[in-house]
């Protein structure tokens, strides 16, 4: 398997534990660092470090009824050494949690993986939602 396609299977299983909540498999795919960065869409969503970002997902999966991604145009970009991947991609997705149903269209989606132990790790995430949408 290239590295882009390692790369981009490794962003696929981020949006599957997305998908089904599976908390384990998310767990599996952050690194347990105090560097770790997730911003995400409302105003309070930056969380720093492994334990704000893994009690964060905990809180954010048992509020979840369910979530469903859609990644189109994936751009991935590697580092010389090819240790450091960045990409970005638009996200369709719909989104049902505390009985309310979020749809996003467009949604811009970024993120930096690092090979650390001979597997792909996301180290940071950003997304945000266009103005016009």
Partial sequence: MSVKAQVQSTIEHFFQAMNTQDLSLMQRLIPRSETTTHVGTD?????????M???ATKAQFERLEYYKANIKDLTINLSEDQTVAWYFHLLDAEIKSNNTITRW?????????ERKNNRWVIAQT????????
């Fill in 105 to 113: 269209e467009d949604a811009r989606f970024t993120g930096v993986l």
């Fill in 126 to 133: 950003h997304v945000s939602i266009p103005k016009s949408a």
């Fill in 53 to 55: 970002l893994n009690e």
């Fill in 43 to 51: 105003k309070d969503e930056i969380w720093r470090g492994w334990d």
